[in-house]
T-cell receptor
């Protein structure tokens, strides 16, 4: 069965500092991996996704993530945090093929300090 | 593109009444819709998967008679919370699966349900 682990339910960084949000997954087949951002009382916005091809994926708002199969990881990074990045971030995995359910990690709340 | 419109955004209802939440795909056909529930400061829990024209598939522990899902057309899926109780108060979010080159999932903006 698929699962997603996000290490660190709360991460706090200073404005301008590196953002690193960790995600590890387990899947019996090649996974599709996603990062979403959620602002309070809103739906989810896709930041980036990995399906096939290049393992370093660039997304919106300066975020990127690297799929590392050997480490079963898909960590999200941003070189310089902005105040507007403060939000909840979810890593998610779906299996390729017919199943296609999207399974979420527990989320990481990112705080950005001035 | 690929927008899912979810309504209402907020609803307050009395215990024992039913509430319907709608999700419409505005510029594409959604053959598969997912319904999630999110408790405060928690992750999204998948409730059910609905495919157009067929019965929804519910996750273990989700009462199908309480959470009625209808996906009668390629652009509309509804979730009806029947005989609502305060413990049903939550944030409900729908999601549509996108196929092809745009493979992924697009989400509605969510519905905050409060049962009093």
């Amino acid at each position: 069965a698929q699962s997603v682990t996000q290490l660190g339910s709360h991460v706090s960084v200073s404005e301008g500092a590196l953002v690193l949000l960790r995600c590890n997954y387990s899947s019996s087949v090649p996974p599709y991996l996603f990062w979403y951002v959620q602002y309070p009382n809103q739906g989810l916005q896709l930041l980036l996704k990995y399906t096939t091809g290049a393992t370093l994926v660039k997304g919106i708002n300066g975020f990127e993530a690297e799929f590392k199969k050997s480490e079963t990881s898909f960590h999200l990074t941003k070189p310089s945090a902005h105040m507007s990045d403060a939000a909840e971030y979810f890593c998610a995995v779906s299996e390729s093929g017919a199943t296609n359910k999207l399974i979420f990690g527990t989320g990481t709340l990112l705080a950005v300090q001035p | 593109g690929a927008v899912v419109s979810q309504h209402p955004s907020r609803v307050i209802c009395k215990s024992g009444t039913s509430v319907k939440i709608e999700c419409r795909s505005l510029d594409f056909q959604a053959t598969t819709m997912f319904w999630y529930r999110q408790f405060p400061k928690q992750s999204l829990m998948l409730m059910a998967t609905s495919n157009e024209g067929s019965k929804a598939t519910y996750e273990q522990g989700v009462e199908k008679d309480k959470f009625l899902i209808n996906h009668a057309s390629l652009t509309l899926s509804t979730l009806t919370v029947t005989s609502a109780h305060p413990e049903d108060s939550s944030f409900y979010i729908c999601s549509a699966r996108l196929l092809g080159a745009s493979y992924g999932y697009t989400f509605g903006s969510g519905t905050r349900l409060t049962v009093v």
